[in-house]
T-cell receptor
């Protein structure tokens, strides 16, 4: 059974810091990995998607890397801002005979302080 | 551009009542999913569908039923609500790779 772990569970940083969020998964036979952002009381917004054949993806101040063989992904946020405060979730997609399944980590709650 | 729309957004049920949550997507996606999100437990898959007329059980299917009569709609039913089903429910759709989520339904069972 695929298990996804995110460390740390919560993080508080001053504005302007660069930071790294970690995601690990137990089964390396993934199709892709997706990072989401969730604001309090809201739905999930897709940030970056990395295919299993890729090493990293970038969007603005965000950079996600994937090391499939070791079962790890990191989300790097450069020059953090208070508006980055949210919960960040990673999810891995595996293909099965019964259909594609997306398994989530429990998230990292980020607070960027002025 | 609606994407994935869930109705209702909020609901309070009494124990034993039934209800149906509706998820609609306008992206012609084959895959649709229902998740529940609980504090400290992340999102857990309840049921999913790989196409019109098909459904399958996820990680926590007990107490829920689903139907996918039309490709764009995926319904989640609670036949006899229990307090343990108090949660935030999310629907998602996908063409098989990237997933898109609705805004969630906050359900309280008293």
């Amino acid at each position: 059974k695929q298990e996804v772990t995110q460390i740390p569970a919560a993080l508080s940083v001053p504005e302007g810091e660069n930071l790294v969020l970690n995601c690990s998964f137990t089964d390396s036979a993934i199709y892709n990995l997706q990072w989401f952002r969730q604001d309090p009381g809201k739905g999930l917004t897709s940030l970056l998607l990395i295919q299993s054949s890729q090493r990293e993806q970038t969007s603005g101040r965000l950079n996600a890397s994937l090391d499939k063989s070791s079962g790890r992904s990191t989300l790097y946020i450069a020059a953090s801002q208070p508006g980055d405060s949210a919960t960040y979730l990673c999810a891995v997609l595996i293909l099965t005979g019964g259909g594609n399944k997306l398994t989530f980590g429990t998230g990292t709650q980020l607070k960027v302080e002025l | 551009n609606a994407g994935v729309t869930q109705t209702p957004k909020f609901r309070v049920l009494k124990t034993g009542q039934s209800m149906t949550l509706l998820c609609a997507q306008d992206m012609n996606h084959e895959y649709m999913y229902w998740y529940r999100q609980d504090p400290g437990m992340g999102l857990r898959l309840i049921h999913y569908s790989v196409g019109e007329g098909t459904t399958a059980k996820g990680e926590v299917p007990d107490g829920y039923n689903v139907s996918r009569l039309k490709k764009q709609n995926f319904l989640l039913g609670l036949e006899s609500a229990a307090p343990s089903q108090t949660s935030v429910y999310f629907c998602a759709s996908s063409r098989g790779t990237e997933a898109f989520f609705g805004q969630g339904t906050r359900l309280t069972v008293v």
